[in-house]
């Protein structure tokens, strides 16, 4: 039951070296992705430097340290610095944009619905939605935001390849409960006002 487990837990984050990674498999990256993510975040958020003067600066110095060394390469008969072929290939783009594609057209569907369709229901989780998230991003930055994102994705699919079945449990008290308090929302509130606007269509 365990192996099914955790092969599940797996599967679902993609089976390669990622999931790996986040459910701490592989230490080494692991702990390296930890690191440097919290030493990024130290020297951005704490420390007050510069996103942008921090990439121009890295960039620089690689540049200045592959040029001395192909130039001394040449000089001193050394192999020249192993770069790979830089190229964008044609099926990357292609995966990418369909990619692309499905979720704008996922989006703009949508829009549609609700600024079309009236849609009422879906105008109040879209609504719950972005108020979630800006109130959520009041309190953090994104840098902060996206540093906090890491940390769940190295401590969540841990917790949850450990302990599924009292995680399993939790979530389906809590369903029932948001289900509960929906069919409440929707037969008092969301029922009552499209039923006005369609008498209201009606009349006009």
Same mark, same amino acid.
């Given at each position: 039951?365990?192996?099914?487990?955790?092969?599940?837990?797996?599967?679902?984050?993609?089976?390669?070296?990622?999931?790996?990674?986040?459910?701490?498999?592989?230490?080494?990256?692991?702990?390296?992705?930890?690191?440097?993510?919290?030493?990024?975040? =130290?020297? /951005?958020?704490?420390?007050?430097?510069?996103?942008?003067?921090?990439?121009?600066?890295?960039?620089l110095l690689?540049?200045? %340290?592959? /040029?001395?060394?192909?130039?001394?390469?040449?000089?001193?008969?050394?192999?020249?610095?192993?770069?790979?072929?830089?190229?964008?290939?044609?099926?990357?783009?292609?995966?990418?944009?369909?990619?692309?594609?499905?979720?704008?057209?996922?989006?703009?569907?949508?829009?549609?619905?609700?600024? %079309?369709?009236?849609?009422?229901?879906?105008?109040?989780?879209?609504?719950?939605?972005?108020?979630? =998230?800006?109130?959520?991003?009041?309190?953090?930055?994104?840098?902060? /935001?996206?540093?906090?994102?890491?940390?769940?994705?190295?401590?969540?699919?841990?917790?949850?390849?450990?302990?599924?079945?009292? %995680?399993?449990?939790?979530?389906?008290?809590?369903?029932?409960? =948001?289900?509960?308090?929906?069919?409440?929302?929707?037969?008092?509130?969301?029922?009552? =006002?499209?039923?006005?606007?369609?008498?209201?269509?009606k009349t006009?």
């Amino acid at each position: 039951m365990g192996d099914n487990r955790q092969s599940f837990v797996h599967h679902a984050l993609g089976g390669g070296p990622v999931a790996d990674m986040l459910l701490w498999r592989r230490w080494c990256a692991s702990v390296t992705l930890l690191v440097s993510s919290t030493a990024l975040w =130290i020297l /951005f958020e704490k420390a007050g430097y510069n996103v942008l003067s921090f990439i121009a600066n890295v960039m620089l110095l690689l540049v200045v %340290i592959l /040029f001395f060394w192909a130039k001394s390469a040449s000089l001193l008969n050394r192999p020249l610095p192993p770069i790979p072929d830089l190229e964008v290939h044609e099926e990357s783009v292609v995966k990418a944009a369909d990619s692309m594609r499905v979720w704008i057209n996922h989006v703009l569907m949508i829009a549609h619905d609700i600024a %079309i369709g009236g849609n009422l229901k879906l105008f109040v989780k879209v609504a719950l939605g972005l108020w979630l =998230i800006s109130y959520v991003g009041s309190f953090f930055n994104l840098l902060t /935001f996206i540093y906090m994102g890491v940390l769940f994705s190295l401590s969540v699919p841990l917790l949850y390849d450990k302990y599924q079945d009292q %995680i399993d449990d939790k979530l389906i008290i809590a369903q029932k409960v =948001i289900q509960t308090q929906y069919r409440k929302i929707d037969e008092n509130v969301l029922r009552k =006002i499209s039923r006005s606007s369609n008498k209201e269509k009606k009349t006009q």
